[in-house]
């Protein structure tokens, strides 16, 4: 990839339209639109567009990790009041399975012994 097109890839990236991006980059050509069609289908800036689309939408999606991290900072009472905190504090108990009950009792097979004969 040449660095005009790598210019041109990082304004497209960042909103410019096409023919804009083109000459943003240092491009001069009597028919910018046909130009701009045919340097977005080259295989190198088609590439270069894939590789940037898909950093930048792992980074708008919070993680498992983060999605905790942000709970238990609630839950220690940096964000948002009581209510939040008490909501904070039961989706961080279910994802750690606090509230499970356990009763043996219940789970426990039932046996039926046949000794009654008569």
């Not at 990082?10 to 804009?20: F, M, N, S």
């Not at 567009?49 to 930048?56: A, V």
């Not at 948002?80 to 426990?108: M, Q, S, V």
Request: with cysteine; proline share 3%; glycine share 6%.
């Amino acid at each position: 990839m040449t660095m005009r097109q790598k210019r041109f890839a990082d304004a497209y990236l960042q909103g410019e339209d096409p023919v804009t991006a083109f000459e943003k980059a240092g491009y001069r050509e009597r028919n910018p639109r046909a130009a701009t069609k045919r340097l977005l289908s080259a295989p190198a800036v088609q590439a270069y567009l894939e590789e940037h689309r898909t950093r930048s939408a792992s980074r708008e999606v919070a993680d498992a990790s983060e999605v905790l991290c942000y709970l238990t900072q609630v839950l220690r009472g940096d964000h948002g009041g009581d209510r939040e905190r008490l909501r904070a504090a039961e989706l961080l108990g279910k994802r750690h399975g606090l509230f499970h009950e356990e009763n043996d009792e219940a789970t426990a097979a039932v046996i039926i012994v046949d000794d009654l004969h008569g």
